[in-house]
T-cell receptor, first 114, second 114 residues
Framework: AQSVTQLDSQVPVFEEAPVELRCNYS??????LFWYVQYPNQGLQLLLK????STLVKGINGFEAEFNKSQTSFHLRKPSVHISDTAEYFCAVSEVDSNYQLIWGAGTKLIIKP | EAQVTQNPRYLITVTGKKLTVTCSQN?????MSWYRQDPGLGLRQIYYSMNVEVTDKGDVPEGYKVSRKEKRNFPLILESPSPNQTSLYFC?????????????FGSGTRLTVV
C-alpha cells in the first residue's frame, strides 16, 4: 500500500447519533485492512479487520466497516455512539505479501457531544 | 496476562543526554516494532525486528538505535536526544503468523526533550 488517507482529523457527533469515519487507501495489489482504536492515555487496540471474504466486517463495541475495492475505501461505522466511544481511530493497510508491515492513516478523533 | 510493557511512561530529559526506553513482551512474539505518534501524522515506524539479532529501519530511523539481543526485549535508544524527538512512543509486537490478527501495543512513553 502506498498511502492511507483518513479524510477527517476530527469528527464531532452527538451521543446516540450514527457516525462514519472515512478511510481511503492507494494500492495496486491485494490488501488487508484494519481499524485500531486508541482510548485516552492508552495504547492502540484492534477494533476490526478485513482479510478476505465478506466485505462487511464487524468488530468490537458495535463497530463495523465495509471494504469497497472499487472505491479503495474501508469506512468505519457505528449506528449509535456513546460517550465511551470517545477515542482516536486509526485506519491501517497492509499489502498481502508485505510480511507484518502496516501503513497507517493520520487518525480521526471521535468527539462525542452529550 | 499477555502484554507489552514499556518503561518509563513519562520522561523529561535535556538535549544530548542519552536515554533508553525499554520494551518487553511476554508472548514469545517474533516481531517487534517501535513507532512515534505525533499530532496529525499518525504513527510512524522507527525500527522493527523480525527476530533476535534482526533489525531494520522504518520510516523515521534518524536519531534512534535499537537492539534485539533477546526475543522478549526491544529497547529504543536515543544517543543524543533533540527537541524534535519530543513525541509519544509506542512499542508493538506480533507473532510471525498472527500479525494479521492484530499487533499488541504497549501503553506508550511520552518523551519531552528540553
Amino acid at each position: 500500500a502506498q498511502s492511507v488517507t483518513q479524510l477527517d482529523s476530527q469528527v464531532p457527533v452527538f451521543e446516540e447519533a450514527p457516525v462514519e469515519l472515512r478511510c481511503n487507501y492507494s494500492s495496486s495489489v491485494s490488501v488487508y485492512l484494519f481499524w485500531y482504536v486508541q482510548y485516552p492515555n492508552q495504547g492502540l487496540q484492534l477494533l476490526l479487520k478485513y482479510l478476505s471474504g465478506s466485505t462487511l466486517v464487524k468488530g468490537i463495541n458495535g463497530f463495523e466497516a465495509e471494504f469497497n475495492k472499487s472505491q479503495t475505501s474501508f469506512h468505519l461505522r457505528k449506528p449509535s455512539v456513546h460517550i465511551s466511544d470517545t477515542a482516536e481511530y486509526f485506519c491501517a493497510v497492509s499489502e498481502v505479501d508485505s510480511n507484518y508491515q502496516l501503513i497507517w492513516g493520520a487518525g480521526t478523533k471521535l468527539i462525542i457531544k452529550p | 496476562e499477555a502484554q507489552v510493557t514499556q518503561n518509563p511512561r513519562y520522561l523529561i530529559t535535556v538535549t544530548g543526554k542519552k536515554l533508553t526506553v525499554t520494551c518487553s513482551q511476554n508472548m514469545n512474539h517474533e516481531y517487534m516494532s517501535w513507532y512515534r505518534q505525533d499530532p496529525g501524522l499518525g504513527l510512524r515506524q522507527i525500527y522493527y525486528s523480525m527476530n533476535v539479532e534482526v533489525t531494520d529501519k522504518g520510516d523515521v530511523p534518524e536519531g534512534y538505535k535499537v537492539s534485539r539481543k533477546e526475543k522478549r526485549n526491544f529497547p529504543l535508544i536515543l544517543e543524543s536526544p533533540s527537541p524534535n524527538q519530543t513525541s509519544l512512543y509506542f512499542c508493538a509486537s506480533s507473532s510471525r503468523t498472527g500479525w494479521v490478527y492484530g499487533y499488541t501495543f504497549g501503553s506508550g512513553t511520552r518523551l519531552t526533550v528540553v
